[in-house]
Every structure is written in C-alpha cells, then in structure tokens.
C-alpha cells in the first residue's frame, strides 16, 4: 500500500512550498504567501490549476490595505463572501504556518490585522487513491460577532472545460432551480452552454470578457476537464437556499482570457468572538483524454464513471 509523503519544495516562482503526494496525484502548497495550493496533478502530468507566474496584481483598484496590493498567484484560495471592497481582498502576501495534524497537514495564514480573522486550510489526501479532503477554515479573532460565509475558489488552467450539473427535481408547476447573473454576464456568451441536465463552461484564450454565473448546486458537485485529466470537486449543501450568499448560490464559476474557477460556497454564518466557520470540499482527479462537448447524453456517458 502506497503512503501519503510530504516533503519541502521550492517552486521557481513561488519559492517555498510544502509537496503532499502518494503514487497518483501531487500537491504543492505555498507557505512564503497564502496559503495557495498552487499545483495539483496526476504524477508525471501537467498541473492543472491556474499559475499566474507574471505575479501580476488586481491593480491600484484593489490597494485598500495602504500600499499593499493583493496579487493574483493562481491555485486553490480561501475568502469570506459575499465579495465587499476591501474586506475579501486582504493581501496574502504573507509567510503561512504549517503542521502535521492527526487528519493531515494543516495551513495557517497570520491572522488579518484589520479584518481580525484567520484562516486554515487542512488537506488530508488518501494514501492510495486520487482523491482528499480539504477543511477550510476561519476563526473570528476580534471582540465583536461578523456574518459571513467560506468561499472556497479554485482556478483552472486556460484551455479548462466545466460541466455542472443543473438540478432536476420534478417540482410540478413550481420552480427548481435559481440561476444568478453579474452585471457583466452575457446570457449569449458562446464560452457557456445552458442545458436541461447540465451547464458546460468552456475557458478560451480569446476572449477576456469575463463571465460569471451562479446558482444552488443541489448535487453538490462539478467537474472539470483539462490536460488529459478530470478534477471533482464535491461540496456538501449544508443548508436551504436561503442561507447562502449572493442570493441563495452555494456554487458559482467565472472565466476570463486567463483561467477558469470553480466556486463553493458555505452557508453564512455569525461568528461570535473565538468561533470558527468551517467549509469541507472533497477532491478527486483521474485521468481522461475525453473531454465532452454540449451533448447531453455524451456528458452523461462521460461522467457516470465518476459520479
């Protein structure tokens, strides 16, 4: 039987990381900054998250924090939603703590110095499967109770094609499903494909007109294709509709000239001061040189092997 190995790596952009692997699939997680995990791959295949080795920043728009900008890096992050201008965009620039814990090893960001909250990710891969368990965390340090939820976001490589499942609860003559748009989301983006099963978001180099959509993912999962592998993220809906931000999406994906990121989102909670809200994804990647196009009946041909 294979074991979970995790060593110390530097990355030729982002410097110092921390690699977990066994005989399948690698991660590779940021400790100068972040934390990110800033590689994921099947071994010996491309990564397939999204690095933005420019290390580029969101621009002076986003400078609220007195000079100190907050840079894109790409990978795997953590935020509070719903996104408010400053208090989403905290930089994190700075060195992460990091420890081996009965469940896995856990990452910890220095507690934000105006926000008063901190935040941890734990990552507990399977010793001999593709497949782990990240528990995203963030704790109120302040003297006072904040509302909001975890918002758990990965970015995908150019070229990424999404498939999310559309819910299809016979409801009658009542409605089953919500669908939320931004204000620079076009219905007729020829990148999305709207179907009675499923959504597919297709990422394409040539267009940088951002797209964002959003909604209550009842099935609690999505699956993107890219690089001769498949990624699952699979999320639990913790709660109704109600309680989710940005009216009622546990779930939302955006795409742009860059990348891709599959969005999951927890329920929004009030933390009273010490108290931690906690969102839990499990991830598989296997590997799958077919990707699917907007027929139905070929997605779900292609996803009954993993779902």
């Keep these: 039987m294979a074991k979970t190995e995790i060593s110390k790596v530097k990355h030729e952009i982002f410097g110092n990381c921390v690699k977990i692997a066994n005989d399948i699939v690698e991660l590779w997680v940021t400790v100068d900054f972040g934390p990110r995990i800033i590689h994921f791959s099947r071994i010996g295949k491309e990564n397939i998250f999204y690095e933005d080795k420019g290390m580029s920043t969101l621009g002076k728009a ?9 840079k894109l890096y790409g990978g795997h992050r953590l ?3 719903p996104e408010i201008t400053p ?3 905290y930089p994190d620039t700075k060195p992460v703590e990091f420890r081996e814990t009965a469940n896995g090893i856990e990452f910890i960001a220095p507690v934000e110095g105006i926000n008063h909250i ?3 990710v734990t990552i507990m891969l399977d010793d001999d499967k593709p497949t782990l368990v990240i528990n995203h965390a963030i704790k109120n340090c302040g003297n006072w109770e904040i509302e909001l939820a975890p918002w758990a976001l990965t970015m995908m490589a150019a070229g990424a094609v999404e498939v999310i499942p559309m819910p299809v609860r016979e409801t009658g003559l ?27 978001l297709r990422q394409d180099t040539s267009v940088a007109r951002p797209f964002k959509l959003g909604f209550y993912n009842e099935a609690g999962w999505c699956a993107v294709f890219n690089k001769g592998q498949v990624f699952l ?20 994906s955006y795409t742009n000239e860059l990348m891709l990121e599959a969005e999951s989102l927890g329920a929004v909670e009030y933390l009273e001061p010490g108290e931690w809200a906690n969102h839990v994804e499990e991830w598989a990647l296997y590997e799958e040189n077919e990707v699917p196009s907007n027929d139905e009946t070929e997605i779900s041909r292609i996803i009954a092997k993993y779902i």
């Design 62 to 70: 986003f400078d609220v924090y007195g000079g100190e900008i907050t």
């Design 79 to 81: 935020w509070i939603s």
């Design 87 to 89: 208090r989403c965009y």
């Design 118 to 120: 901190q935040k941890s």
């Design 174 to 200: 009542l409605p089953n499903r919500n669908l939320v748009l931004w204000d620079y989301t076009a219905m007729n983006d020829p990148r999305v494909y709207w179907g009675k099963e499923y959504i597919t």
């Design 233 to 252: 993220k699979f999320f639990e809906p913790i709660a109704e509709r109600d309680y989710y931000p940005d009216e009622g999406c546990n779930f939302e």
